[in-house]
């Protein structure tokens, strides 16, 4: 067995019900509706489990079943909170639930301007995502006005003519162009991660997160004239 696959065995046994493949969608929504307030953790290792094996309806349910107990306990806004909505959210792009997509990562674009300001950077990929989830609904204007957003946030912070600045709006040729280049990046992902851990991953994506943080720090210090 696949260690993705081991770990959700795992979740499984501790959720009561291991003669049954873990793997299935079915079998890990039923799980998920018996949990309580002391499953949510092993909710959250169960949508990290199957987002590895994109078994994308069993993440989604998963991470959702988590959701209201980190917002309790943390609040709405809290990092870890907007983390799994922004899981929920790329669940249901996959599985081209791109209505709820769209409002996830509205819902969540709000969370961000809260938590952070409605300019702050960290609103970026979200916007960017909410006008690929637009585009896929083929709502071009209100694609176009999320991208606008993401412009002008850089604009403001880097400079019009920086190339963190540019964006590029795509239209309905693009479509099947887009959707082969998520098939590729996926099976991409897949491989590059082959043999890595859950905890590994986690622990590369983080410290890519710190280098970023630092290396906008370094990028305000330095002088215009530099």
């Known amino acids: 067995m696949a260690p993705c696959r081991h770990r959700v065995a795992a979740t499984a046994d501790m959720l009561g019900t291991p003669d049954v493949p873990a793997y299935q969608e079915a079998c890990l929504a039923a799980r998920l509706t018996r949990l309580r307030v002391l499953g949510w953790p092993l909710a959250l290792r169960l949508a990290q489990a199957c987002a590895q094996l994109e078994q994308w309806p069993a993440a989604e349910a998963a991470y959702l079943r988590a959701l209201p107990y980190t917002e309790e306990k943390h609040g709405m806004t809290d990092r870890r909170v907007l983390e799994l909505w922004e899981h929920v959210a790329a669940a249901r792009l996959r599985q081209q639930k791109y209505a709820a997509a769209a409002a996830d990562y509205a819902h969540l674009l709000s969370m961000q301007g809260v938590l952070h300001g409605r300019d702050a950077v960290e609103l970026i990929p979200t916007a960017e995502a909410l006008a690929k989830a637009h585009v896929f609904l083929r709502d071009f204007g209100a694609a176009k006005a999320e991208l606008t957003r993401a412009h002008e946030i850089a604009a403001a912070r880097y400079g019009k003519d920086d190339r963190r600045t540019k964006r590029i709006f795509l239209t309905r040729k693009a479509l099947p ?39 906008l720090e370094i990028s305000e210090k330095v002088p215009e004239s530099a």
Do not use: P, Y
């Open 177 to 215: 162009l887009i959707e082969k280049i998520d098939a590729i990046a996926e099976q991409t992902r897949i491989e590059m991660l082959e043999g890595l851990s859950e905890a590994q991953v986690d622990q590369f994506c983080e410290c890519l997160r710190v280098m970023e943080r630092n290396g």
